[in-house]
T-cell receptor
Framework: GQNIDQPTEMTATEGAIVQINCTYQ??????LFWYQQHAGEAPTFLSY??LDGLEEKGRFSSFLSRSKGYSYLLLKELQMKDSASYLC??????????WGAGTKLIIKP | GAVVSQHPSRVICKSGTSVKIECRSL??????MFWYRQFPKQSLMLMAT?????????EQGVEKDKFLINHASLTLSTLTVTSAHPEDSSFYIC????????????FGPGTRLLVL
């Protein structure tokens, strides 16, 4: 079956670094996505990885290891506005997104 | 960047009435649109995949006669919740796949439905 696993909740301190892990199993693989979702809003796209390695985009970086079925989202210099849910999604061979349950990130001052 | 709109953004209706939600891709063409439902503190649940000019494909457990989907053009898909009940109250989000890129999906802002 297809499955996406990520932690339910994480807490971090403003200004610090946090890594949100995601493991995936999909029928075929066409990439791994990370989305940010603030309460009451639709998800917004953060990153897309289809090849192994690290993709850096400002304060956010995303890593993929296809052999391990593993990805992480790294957030640096955390700000209070980064408090949100972070959704990991794998794209299967039909280009359909398989969603994780999301990781609620709580930022404390 | 690509923009997807949804209308209405919020709707309150009485039990038993039908509600139509529109999803439009504003600056790109989308042969495929997806309809999601999200209950509080839960992840997105794919309801159906809508392909322009053909019948929608519904996920297991989603009643196709209750959630009518029409994808009449490359920029518009509609979801109609028929005979809505309080348990249908949820956040409905659409996404549209750019015709030029299989992996690119853009999300609409969502529609919050409250059935009284």
């Amino acid at each position: 079956g297809q499955n996406i696993d990520q932690p339910t909740e994480m807490t971090a301190t403003e200004g610090a670094i946090v890594q949100i892990n995601c493991t995936y199993q999909t029928s075929g693989f066409n990439g791994l996505f990370w989305y940010q979702q603030h309460a009451g809003e639709a998800p917004t796209f953060l990153s897309y990885n289809v090849l192994d390695g690290l993709e850096e985009k400002g304060r956010f970086s995303s890593f993929l290891s296809r052999s391990k079925g593993y990805s992480y989202l790294l957030l640096k210099e955390l700000q209070m506005k980064d408090s949100a849910s972070y959704l990991c999604a794998g794209m299967d061979s039909n280009y359909q997104l398989i969603w994780g349950a999301g990781t609620k990130l709580i930022i404390k001052p | 960047g690509a923009v997807v709109s949804q209308h209405p953004s919020r709707v309150i209706c009485k039990s038993g009435t039908s509600v139509k939600i529109e999803c439009r891709s504003l600056d790109f063409q989308a042969t495929t649109m997806f309809w999601y439902r999200q209950f509080p503190k839960q992840s997105l649940m794919l309801m159906a995949t809508s392909n322009e000019g053909s019948k929608a494909t519904y996920e297991q457990g989603v009643e196709k006669d209750k959630f009518l989907i029409n994808h009449a053009s490359l920029t518009l898909s509609t979801l109609t919740v028929t005979s809505a009940h309080p348990e249908d109250s949820s956040f409905y989000i659409c996404s549209a796949r750019d015709i030029q890129s299989e992996w690119t999906q853009y999300f609409g802002p969502g529609t919050r439905l409250l059935v009284l």
